[in-house]
C-alpha cells in the first residue's frame, strides 16, 4: 500500500480545468413560482412536458433543508482494476472515503454515503435513481462517472512514460422534485513513468489514473459544497 501512495505522489498531474454550474441571478425568479402549482413537476415516466410544465419546472427556485443527507452512486466501471490488486483496491476505497469526508465537511450536509447496491434500479434513468434515492431517505443524489483517455503518441517517444486525460462528471438531484441544480466536469492531465516495482506499464497507467480521478473528486466536492452553501433553506 505505501509504495502505491508513493508513486501516486510523484506522478505530475497538470491542465486541472473545471467546468461547474453557475448561481441563477438572484431576481431570475417569478415571484410565488414554487406555490403556483402544488402538483408535480415532472408527470409519469415517458410523457411527454407541455409548455406550462416546463416554464414551472424553469421558474422552480430550489430550497433544501439546513441539514441534508447525499446518496452517491458511482456510475462508471472499474471492476477489472479492483480485483487486480488489493493495493488498487485500497486506493480507490481510500479515494471514496476521503471523497465523502469532503462532502461531509459541509454545514448543510448531516450524512454522505453510497446509495446501496440492492437499492440501484437496472434502469439508470432518473425516474428510477430518484425513488431509490427517496427510499434511501437521501435528499440528495448525487451521480458521478470517471473516464480516462490515454495519449498513444507518447510511448513512441519513450516507452516507460505515458500522458493522458481524466475527466470526472458530477450531477446532483434534488430527490424532493426532481430538479438537477448542480452538474461540474473535472479534468486533469497527468504524465508518470514506469517504476521498477510496476508489474507492467499498464499498472504505471492505472496508477497515474487513479491519482488523476482522485483529484477531479476532489476539486468537484469543492466544488459542490461551495454551492450548498448559497442554497435557501427550506
Known amino acids: 500500500m505505501t509504495k502505491y501512495l508513493i508513486v501516486i505522489i510523484a506522478i505530475l498531474v497538470t491542465g486541472c480545468a473545471t467546468v461547474a454550474t453557475s448561481h441563477r441571478p438572484s431576481d ?28 414551472r419546472i424553469l421558474n422552480y427556485e430550489l430550497k433544501l433543508p439546513a441539514q441534508n443527507r447525499i446518496a452517491i ?19 480507490n476505497e481510500t ?3 476521503d471523497f465523502v469526508g469532503q462532502l461531509r465537511e459541509s454545514e448543510r450536509v448531516y450524512d454522505a454515503s453510497f446509495l446501496p447496491s440492492m437499492l440501484v434500479p437496472e434502469q439508470r434513468t432518473v425516474p428510477y435513481l430518484r425513488e431509490a434515492a427517496a427510499r434511501y431517505q437521501a435528499d440528495l ?25 481524466c475527466s470526472v462528471e458530477v450531477v446532483l438531484l434534488d430527490v424532493r422534485s426532481g430538479i ?36 477531479s473528486l476532489k476539486d468537484s ?14
Open 95 to 97: 479515494i471514496a472515503r
Open 141 to 165: 443524489l448525487l451521480a458521478y462517472r470517471s473516464s480516462c483517455r490515454t495519449f498513444e503518441k507518447y510511448k513512441f517517444i519513450d516507452p516507460n512514460e505515458t500522458k493522458a486525460y
Open 180 to 215: 438537477v441544480p448542480f452538474t461540474v466536469v473535472s479534468s486533469n492531465e497527468f504524465s508518470a513513468r514506469k517504476e521498477l516495482g510496476d508489474t507492467n506499464f499498464n499498472e504505471t497507467i492505472k496508477k497515474a489514473e487513479i491519482a488523476a480521478v482522485a483529484e
Open 73 to 91: 452512486l458511482k456510475l462508471s466501471n472499474d471492476s477489472y482494476w479492483r480485483h487486480y490488486s488489493n493495493d488498487f483496491t485500497q486506493l
Open 28 to 55: 431570475y425568479y417569478k415571484a410565488g413560482g414554487n406555490e403556483a402549482n402544488n402538483g408535480p413537476l415532472f408527470g409519469s415516466t415517458g410523457e411527454s412536458l407541455g409548455d406550462i410544465d416546463i416554464d
Open 221 to 234: 466536492a469543492t466544488q459542490l459544497t461551495s454551492f450548498l452553501s448559497s442554497i435557501g433553506t427550506l
